[in-house]
C-alpha cells in the first residue's frame, strides 16, 4: 500500500481523517521551522556517508567529530575523534536510535520510543553543541534513516510501524509512506536514487522499493540459503530462512554488465553477455547484509532435541553476509558455510557494518561477543573471509569509517564508550575507548546486567551451541520462526511487554514463574542455567524490557471491534481477560497438530500481537484474517461474522 501524506507547519492533534501513513499512523508535523537558522556554521557532513547509524561522523574545521546516539541517556553525545576527548552532551526528546549528518550540516536523530524524528544543528564554535530545530511525527517505531544521492530525500524505517516514509529533507514535509515485511530495520538507497534497500531483523529477507514511479512499487528478495557441508544439498533440500538482519553496508564497482547471476550448486552460471556501453557509465554496486541463517527443523516431525536440529555440520544458526547484486536485484549468496563447531565467537548478533572503499574491507559489529570484525568483501559470503577482529566494550550498535585517517570509530551502547580502531595497516592497530557521560534512566540501571546476560553469546550457560537469548528473542521479539521440539513444534513468543502477569509460562503452561520457566528453558537449549543475583537480573530485565509503543489506527473501528471481542457470543474474552491479559489455564481448542503430543495449549497474552505473526502455537495462520476466517480449530466463534466485522476485530486486535 501507498498512502500520500500532507505536508506543512505545525498542524492540531491528528484526526481520523486525516491523510495516513503505513499500518494507520497519522503523519502530522509537530513543529515548523525545519530549515537552518544559522546556516554555515558549525560542523558539517564528513565523507559521504548517508546512511543512518548509532554513530555518525563530523568536520568542524581540522577536527573530526562524532555524534552518537545514546539511548540509555536519552542524549547525543559530541565526541573529538583526534582528541579522544568528549566535547557536548545534547538531551534529546527521547530514545535515539539512529544519528545522520545532513548535508547542510543538520543533525537527524529518530527518536523510537516517541515515534519522532528530531532535527538538529550545530551552534558553532569548537564544542560540538547542537540545539533543536524541529521534529515530526512518524509512524510507529523509527529507527533507520537514509538520504537520496542528491540529499533532497530523508527515507526513514519503522520498526514496529512496518513502514518507510520519504520525507523532504530540507522542511520534512512528507511524500509518501509504504507498508513493509515485519520489523524493517537498515535502509539505503542506491547511486543513481531510484531503489531504497531495507534490511529486516526477521523473515530473511531484503525489500526493494522504488522511489521513482509513483506507485512506489515494494519487491522482496528472498536471502533464504541452502547448506554448504562435506555432505552436500540436495536440490530437494528446504532452504535455510534467518534474521537478525539488522545492517546494510554498500561498495561500488564499475562493470559494463547487466548484473550478474547468483552462483548455482553443482555447475558454473552462464554468463551474461555485457552491453556495449563504457564502463563509467555502468556502475554495478553490490549491498551487504550481514544476518544470521537458521535451520529451525520441520515442523511436521518430532526432534530428538529441541528447537531445530545442525545437520551436517552446520549449527542451526550460522552466521552469513549475504552479497546482493543490486542491479539484478539478486543475492549472490546461495550457500551457508560454517566453522562447524559451536561456541567459537561467531558473530551471531550483527547490529552495525560499513565498508570501506580503500580496502574493499565491511567491517561489522558482533552484540554477543562484543566485536569488531573486518571482512573481505570479495568473496560470496565475506563472513567466511575474515581478516581481523578486534575486542571492544560491551554492547556495540554503531560503526563508521573515517577511511582518510584510517580508523573506524564504534560505539558500546552497554558500556557506554566510544572506541577509535587503528584500521591503518595491515597489522591489528589499537583500540581506545572514550567513556561519554553517561546518566541512564533510572528504568535503564536497574535492567542493565540482566540485558547483557540477555544478548550474550556463547555462554554455556544458556545454550551449548551459542545461542543467546537474543537470538531467538530479537530486541525481546519473536524471530517468526516454529521450531522442532520433541513435543511438537513450537513458535516463538514475544516477551517485551508480555512476560508480567501472564503465568503460567510455557506453550503447555507447565511453568508457574519466570524462574522456573528460564530454569527449563536453560536445560532445553543444553545450557549448565543461569543462578543467583544472574538470574535475578535476567528476570528483572525480562519484565521491564522496553515494548514498542501502541499504534494509532481507525476510533469507530477499534470500537466496534473491542465490542465485538467482548460480545459473549464471539467467547474472545472469556480466554483473554480484558483484552490482552490470560486466564491463566490450558485449553482443547482443536489445534493440535500432527507433530503435537499433548491437546491442550496455554492462553497466550494478546499484548503486542500485531507485530507477532504468524499464530497460533505451530504457526499456521500468516495474518489476522487467516485465524479469524480458520474453519480447523474451536477458538471463539467468528465464522458468521462479516468482512467488515472481522476487520473491526482485526483493528482492536492490533492496538493490544
Not at 251 to 277: C, F, N, Q, R
Amino acid at each position: 500500500m501507498v498512502a500520500g501524506v500532507g505536508c506543512g507547519g505545525a498542524s492540531p492533534a491528528p484526526s481520523s481523517t486525516e491523510p495516513v501513513a503505513a499500518k494507520g499512523t497519522p503523519m502530522v508535523s509537530v513543529a515548523d521551522g525545519c530549515e537552518r537558522k544559522h546556516p554555515g556554521v558549525g560542523a558539517v557532513r564528513y565523507g559521504d556517508k548517508r546512511e543512518g547509524s548509532a554513530v555518525a561522523l563530523a568536520k568542524s574545521g581540522d577536527a573530526i567529530l562524532a555524534y552518537v546516539a545514546d539511548e540509555d541517556s536519552r542524549a547525543i553525545h559530541t565526541v573529538n575523534v583526534g582528541d579522544k576527548t568528549q566535547v557536548a552532551k545534547t538531551p534529546v526528546a527521547g530514545a535515539p536510535a539512529q544519528v545522520l549528518v545532513l548535508q547542510d550540516g543538520r543533525v537527524a536523530v529518530t527518536l523510537r520510543d516517541k515515534n519522532e524524528i528530531q532535527i538538529l544543528e550545530p551552534k558553532g564554535g569548537p564544542t560540538g553543541e547542537l540545539v533543536t530545530l524541529c521534529k515530526r511525527a512518524l509512524p510507529t517505531e523509527p529507527i533507520a534513516m537514509a538520504t537520496t544521492p542528491d540529499d533532497g530525500t530523508l527515507l526513514i524505517t519503522s520498526g514496529w510501524g512496518r513502514a518507510l516514509t520519504a520525507l523532504d529533507a530540507k522542511t520534512l514535509s512528507a511524500s509518501f509512506a509504504v507498508d513493509l515485511p515485519r520489523e524493517p530495520r537498515a535502509v539505503l538507497v542506491d547511486d543513481d536514487g531510484q531503489r531504497a534497500f531495507v534490511s529486516h531483523a526477521v523473515g530473511s529477507k531484503l525489500s526493494v522499493i522504488d522511489l521513482k514511479k509513483t506507485s512506489h512499487e515494494v519487491r522482496d528478495l528472498d536471502l533464504s540459503v541452502r547448506r554448504a557441508s562435506p555432505f552436500s544439498s540436495t536440490g530437494a533440500e528446504k532452504p535455510r530462512g534467518g534474521g537478525q538482519g539488522y545492517a546494510l553496508a554498500k561498495s561500488v564497482t564499475v562493470s559494463p554488465s547487466d548484473g550478474e547471476k547468483p552462483p548455482l550448486t553443482g555447475k558454473s552460471p552462464d554468463p551474461i553477455p555485457a552491453k556495449k556501453t563504457p564502463a563509467s557509465i555502468a556502475p554495478q554496486g553490490r549491498i551487504f547484509v550481514p544476518m544470521v541463517t537458521v535451520e529451525p527443523g520441520d515442523p511436521n516431525v518430532r526432534s530428538q532435541a529441541y528447537y531445530g536440529d545442525a545437520r551436517d555440520g552446520v549449527p542451526k544458526e550460522a552466521p552469513i553476509v549475504s552479497v546482493i547484486d543490486a542491479a539484478a536485484e539478486r543475492s549472490m549468496t546461495r550457500a551457508v558455510m560454517s566453522l562447524g563447531t559451536p561456541l567459537t565467537e561467531e558473530c551471531l548478533l550483527p547490529r552495525s557494518a560499513a565498508a570501506r572503499g580503500s580496502t574493499g574491507t565491511l567491517f561489522v559489529t558482533c552484540l554477543g561477543v562484543d566485536t569488531l570484525v573486518e571482512l573481505d568483501t570479495r568473496g560470496a559470503d565475506p563472513a567466511r573471509l575474515e581478516r581481523r577482529r578486534w575486542s571492544l566494550p560491551a554492547g556495540p550498535t554503531g560503526v563508521a569509517v573515517d577511511d582518510a585517517n584510517g580508523r573506524v570509530v564504534v560505539w558500546s551502547q552497554f558500556d557506554a564508550k566510544l572506541s577509535i580502531v587503528d584500521v591503518s595497516s595491515p597489522k591489528k592497530g589499537d583500540v581506545i575507548s572514550v567513556a561519554v557521560e553517561y546518566d541512564p534512566a533510572p528504568e535503564v540501571a536497574a535492567i542493565a546486567r540482566g540485558r547483557q546476560i540477555f544478548h550474550t553469546t556463547d555462554d554455556l550457560r544458556v545454550s551449548n551451541d551459542g545461542v543467546a537469548c537474543a537470538s531467538c528473542h530479537p530486541e525481546g521479539r519473536d524471530d517468526a520462526f516454529t521450531w522442532s521440539t520433541p513435543e511438537g513444534p513450537r513458535q516463538t513468543i514475544m516477551l517485551a511487554g508480555r512476560s508480567v502477569e501472564t503465568a503460567p509460562y510455557g506453550w503447555q503452561g507447565k511453568h508457574g514463574d519466570l524462574k522456573a520457566y528460564l530454569g527449563n528453558t536453560f536445560s532445553r537449549l543444553g545450557g549448565s542455567g543461569v543462578q543467583g543475583a544472574e538470574l535475578e537480573a535476567l528476570i528483572a530485565y525480562l519484565e521491564r524490557m522496553p515494548a514498542p509503543s501502541k499504534a494509532t489506527a481507525d476510533v469507530q473501528m477499534v470500537a466496534e471491534g473491542k465490542t465485538l471481542f467482548h460480545d459473549a457470543q464471539l467467547g474472545c474474552a472469556t480466554c483473554h481477560v480484558g483484552g490482552g491479559g490470560v486466564d491463566k489455564t490450558t485449553h482443547d481448542v482443536g489445534s493440535k497438530s500432527f507433530a503435537d503430543l499433548d491437546v491442550k495449549f496455554d492462553t497466550p497474552s494478546l499484548q503486542f500481537i500485531r507485530g507477532t505473526a504468524p499464530y497460533f502455537h505451530d504457526g499456521r495462520y500468516k495474518t489476522f484474517e487467516e485465524m479469524l476466517s480458520a474453519t480447523d480449530n474451536e477458538m471463539g466463534h467468528t465464522l458468521h461474522l462479516t468482512s467488515g466485522q472481522r476487520k473491526s476485530l482485526a483493528a482492536y486486535l492490533e492496538t493490544l
